[in-house]
């Protein structure tokens, strides 16, 4: 017998095993069974916390391992030869989805396998050097394998939300991905998940190949036949996916070169805010001592109105237990993201909060045509640079100190007189955050944290470091909605993150795997 039931019980019954069995024997009245968890969610809207629990019980013997199909990787020859652009989720997904369907993926990473990104991230950390192909943001796994790894999505209508993580699973993650609410592999456990995706995708034919910058499309009549390398190689193939990531900006400078239809497209700017972790489990559970509860979390959001206009100003990619770190890819520009290992037991806690960017917000750029909006990420990534050089006298460019401002001085447009201890290595000095944004841009994000702290008291005592500028792609490249073909090019596939189609690695990998059928479907018996 097997039987799905729910119950709410307290941390202490969830997150101890021994103490959920007794649970379970006690209100099913069975002597010997096995139980699984399938879904998991906190509820601490109220003084006494809840959990909620979706738990299987079976009196027929131990649960199969694995829970989830096994993928039919190789099992077809190969009739078909796809490039991939970029080696994160959605490049990743694309090409074990290729395996399944009889087509043979190579995929062209502009960056290092997993492993040697490291060297490069320690470079920024430690002397601020930025590699322009290998650090937070390119390199294999993509720019989620270093920061984060969260796998919490909304886009369930768009592709099977489960699969992703079974095969996550099936490559090293940890099954509690498969039940958490707000599931979340962690930085010093993705790098594993993403050696063996690769080790998959060798093992049944596939290419995988690093240090391979895309420089050229080859497009004849409409229609794609390759891409050439920064080293002169041509690369031939019966499509290609671009699945590049948003911060790749020479791809969209690439585009535009070949005459290829891009548009500019909303985004959102702002800054990492930094707490102790103990102030977040204190709003968050009442208390600074949690027991079992993990790292708590916050969501928050406000709509502000400065100078008429209306905006939405909200928290985003949330850190419990985390560290900030540079993401720049560029020596000229500072950019901050937020990350947590996978114990997420940091000191601090951290969370980009960023003001909607809409099309008026780009008209002083519209001289760059369906790339202002990127003009405009980029101008204050470049400000907040250029200003910590000046203040701390550095000749050369290259820092990658981060501004920094306590949210209270910011309220009084002040420096800070002493700025408070942080997770961010490159380090901080203190600046004038209404000297970086634009106007409309700094006053929403004023509203926006005075909001924030009427809702978790003393908000407001935490610390602002930027820039917080990567929460999504400010271009869009245009695609058919039913075949997923760029609209200009046949058998060209934009994809992910960089394309403006997903924002997050499984909506990323979503996308993989859809453009790939899309492919399959028009033109693997062609």
């Not at 989830?68 to 078909?80: L, M, S």
């Not at 930085?187 to 995708?201: A, D, F, Q, S, Y």
Request: aromatic letters at 8%.
């Amino acid at each position: 017998m097997n039987k799905i039931l729910r119950y709410v019980v307290s941390p202490e019954v969830a997150f101890d095993e021994a103490m959920l069995e007794d649970f379970l024997r006690k209100k099913t009245g069975l002597s010997h069974f096995h139980f699984r968890k399938h879904r998991q969610s906190i509820d601490a809207r109220g003084r006494n916390i809840r959990v909620n629990l979706e738990v299987e019980i079976s009196t027929d013997g131990p649960f199969p391992l694995p829970d989830f199909p096994e993928y039919a990787y190789g099992r077809k020859p190969f009739r078909k030869t796809l490039l991939i652009i970029g080696a994160g989720p959605a490049g990743l997904f694309a090409a074990l989805r290729c395996l399944e369907l009889g087509i043979k993926p190579v995929i062209l990473e502009r960056g290092k396998d997993v492993r040697s990104r490291r060297r490069d991230l320690a470079a920024i950390n430690k002397d601020h050097v930025v590699n322009p192909d290998s650090n937070y943001c390119f390199g294999e796994g993509g720019a989620g394998t270093y920061s984060d790894g969260k796998l919490y999505t909304r886009s369930k209508k768009r592709g099977d939300i489960r699969r992703i993580l079974e095969i996550l699973v099936k490559h090293g993650a940890t099954d509690r991905i498969l039940i958490e609410a707000h599931p979340h592999i962690g930085t010093n456990k993705l790098p594993v998940v993403i050696e063996n995706i690769r080790n998959t995708l060798l093992d049944h034919g596939g290419e995988v190949h690093f240090d391979q910058k895309v420089t050229d499309l080859l497009i004849n009549n409409g229609t794609i036949q390759g891409v050439k390398t920064q080293d002169g190689r041509e690369w031939m193939a019966d499509g290609v996916i671009l699945a590049t990531g948003h911060s790749a900006r020479d791809i969209f400078d690439l585009l535009s070169r070949k005459n290829l239809a891009l548009e500019n497209k909303p985004f959102a700017l702002g800054v990492r805010i930094e707490h102790e972790q103990r102030f977040v489990d204190t709003c968050q559970y009442h208390s600074p001592e949690r027991g079992l509860l993990p790292a708590a979390a916050y969501s928050l959001v406000a709509q502000t109105n400065f100078g008429g206009i209306q905006r939405g100003v909200f928290s985003f990619c949330m850190c419990p237990g985390g560290f900030i770190v540079p993401a720049s890819t560029a020596q000229n520009e500072l950019v901050v993201n937020g990350m947590s290992p996978s114990r997420r037991d940091s000191f601090f806690a951290n969370s980009g909060v960023v003001v909607a960017i809409n099309p008026p917000d780009w008209q002083a750029f519209e001289s760059y045509g369906n790339t202002a909006a990127l003009e405009l990420q980029k101008s204050v990534e470049q400000k907040a640079h250029r200003l910590v050089c000046e203040k701390l006298g550095v000749k050369d460019g290259i820092s990658q100190v981060a501004p920094a401002q306590r949210i209270r001085d910011f309220y009084k447009g002040k420096l800070s007189p002493d700025l408070a201890e942080t997770s961010y290595q490159p380090g901080l000095t203190a600046l004038n955050f209404h000297e970086i944004l634009p106007e409309g841009i700094a006053g929403a994000l004023q509203q926006g944290l005075k909001e924030f702290n009427r809702k978790m008291r003393n908000y407001d005592a935490g610390q602002m470091i930027g820039i917080e500028s990567r929460t999504s792609s400010p271009v869009r490249i245009p695609r058919h909605e039913e075949t997923l073909e760029h609209i200009d090019t046949k058998r060209f596939y934009p994809c992910g993150e960089g394309a403006g189609f997903a924002g997050g690695i499984v909506s990323a990998a979503v996308d993989g795997e859809r453009c790939v059928n899309a492919f399959a479907e028009k033109y693997l018996d062609k």
